[in-house]
């Protein structure tokens, strides 16, 4: 395993050296020490990498990620896992306002709260939220899903397109166009694999299911002139 | 884009480091504030004197036998301490208002930075490491205090352009944020007789508190009745004689996280302004809710008080 000291060598040192690593590199193992709220940990990561960060990180950690598995034992600031295309993020304290913002692909996993504006404008990410999140939550949210074992904030899926939103706990409010829906076999099929692979010790059966009502985005012919 | 930092000690054994472990959160919040620095800092009080932190851009001139000026006009005895360009001038406590007009009549170029029986405000424009260094503020103690790193939005860099701001006896106000009706809330505070000095948008902030109180509202009920009437971005931060408190607007995307030990309760725009505080790794770690007005104090139990949106 190779140990980098984020306080010694800076972060540029820790970036570039993250980033020479090609997609058959024997160096798959990265722990990241004194992380001490930094930003940009680990961002811009393109190979099928582990990269550990023990403590908690500012703005930005993980952020454009594609292959690699970055775990933060600690909190995330801002912007974790922004517009994330693949791999893996897992977060075991609690994320900042827009975590997974306009992510493409991978999963997200908060082992804590999310505060506000939690995957906003997702494109296709899996978030997975273990305590609660805050409003404006999944926010013109496009593709993918997220999962929260615990309540949201208000305005959840405010001009929501087709994103999938499922929360255990109480919604505080639904934002514009946001509504309740049924959960078919086949979501709680797709929320047991989204609940396994977020570690969650909670069934699908305790969850509702949110979506888009689709009458703000779509094209309708009546408004036209 | 601004740092804010607040420090409130529950161990009296940290009081001597106050100054010191604020520096370090200030210094930290350099990039979120590069161009002037502040902090406010309650210290000592009680004994019936009132502090006059006052400021000039020619200390060398307007400090110079001050203390006498206002012995004589006052018959009282003042106690002045200079810092660079600040002096505090300790004063008994009935004679504050008496000692303003000496100074506006004797030494006019001379501006109060604050008034109180604890509070003293420090703020210059500069790198925060370098106003730090001017006032000496890691040989600073006190009880609690809180700092601010300004990046300008709104209105020019200049000294009273820097926060803190002080809103009332030993109150004051830090904003990281832009206020998008200042123009016209300063307009009716003006009519109200409020004196704004800048065409800083905080400092519009702080005259609105300070108004609300004057008409009869506590501190908490004037930063509940803000998030009605202040329009655009904040978070704030306020020092009061006993604690500080913390609101933040509806929709706050201005960071804020606290941590919360047996020795203290911190303030920082971000995470990392507080990683060199002792045992923050053990700490409680939390944002503050939306819309929601905050306490600590050291004469009552924490509060927080939500405001619907």
Known sequence: MQVFDLEAQGLRELNATLHAQSTDTNQTAWEIVNPKGSHAIAVGLDAPIEVNVKGSTGYYCAGMNKQATVHVHGSAGPGVAE????GTVVIEGDASQYAGATGNGGTL?????????????????????????GHMSAFMAQSGNLVV????????????????LFVRGSVKSLGADCVEKEMRPEHLTLLADLLERGGCDAKPE???????????????????? | MCGIVGLFLKDKSLEPRLGDLM?????????????????????????????????????????AGLDAILNEALSTTTAMTIKDTHAVLEIQGAQLDAARAVLAEKRPKIRIMSRGESLEIYKEVGLPKDVADRFDLRGMSGSHGIGHTRMATESAVTTMGAHPFNTGLDQCLVHNGSLSNHNSLRRKLRREGVHIETENDTEVGAAYLTWKMREGATLGQALESSLDDLDGFFTFVVGTKDGFGVVRDPIACKPAVMAETDQYVAFGSEYRALVSLPGIDDARVWEPEPATVYFWSHTTAPTAHEKAA
Do not use: W
Request: hydrophobic share 35%.
């Open chain 1, 83 to 86: 517009n994330m295309m693949s």
């Open chain 1, 109 to 133: 996993v908060i082992k804590g709260n999310a505060s506000s504006r939690c995957g906003i404008s997702m494109k296709g990410i899996d978030i997975i939220v273990h305590g609660n999140i």
């Open chain 1, 149 to 164: 074992c615990g309540n949201a904030g208000d305005a959840l899926g405010d001009s929501l397109y087709e994103a999938r």
């Open chain 1, 206 to 225: 305790e969850f509702k299911r949110y979506g888009s009502a689709r009458k703000l985005y779509n094209f309708n012919i009546d408004n036209a002139y």
């Open chain 2, 23 to 63: 520096t370090d959160m200030l210094i930290t919040m350099t990039d979120r504030g590069p161009d002037s620095a502040g902090i406010a800092i309650y210290a000592g009080g009680a004994n019936g004197n009132a502090k006059l932190t006052v400021q000039s851009d020619t200390p060398e001139v307007d400090f």
